[in-house]
């Protein structure tokens, strides 16, 4: 079962950006739905954004639209989230997602489904 990996979480003051990173254990192929969820302290999971990695299709929550931007390297294997405009209410534990290929197209990706692979996660903190 593929493993993956998150990084890139922090510190930040409002306005900050951040980028996070996840890296795969074994090659992703094209074809897939990969995302970011977060988790806030008290508050349900909450799908950030999702990409096809078969390329072409980027999906993003109403809260994170035009200040968020995921992006895969495919050469890299590797998914990222840069996150512009930080909010306080960004903060959360952000982990990287692999989904079946039709939750991106559909909005799924936005659910949290246990059997997808989830990795252990990035903490986000946002200080005002």
């Known amino acids: 079962r593929v493993q993956l990996v998150e990084s890139g979480g922090g510190s930040v003051q409002a306005g900050g950006s951040l980028r996070l990173s996840c890296a795969a254990s074994?090659?992703?192929?094209?074809?897939?739905?990969m995302g970011w969820f977060r988790q806030a302290p008290a508050k349900e999971r909450e799908g950030v954004a999702a990409i096809y990695t078969g390329g072409g299709g980027t999906y993003y929550a109403d809260s994170v639209k035009g200040r968020f931007t995921i992006s895969r390297d495919n050469a890299k294997n590797a998914l990222y989230l840069q996150m512009n405009g930080l909010k306080p209410e960004d903060t959360a534990m952000y982990y990287c997602?692999?989904?079946?290929?039709?939750?991106?197209?559909?909005?799924?990706?936005?659910?949290?489904?246990?059997?997808?692979?989830y990795g252990q996660g990035t903490q986000v903190t946002v200080s005002s």
């Open positions: 997602a692999l989904m079946p290929s039709t939750w991106c197209g559909t909005g799924q990706w936005e659910t949290w489904y246990e059997h997808n692979v």
């Open positions: 074994e090659y992703i192929s094209s074809g897939r739905c």
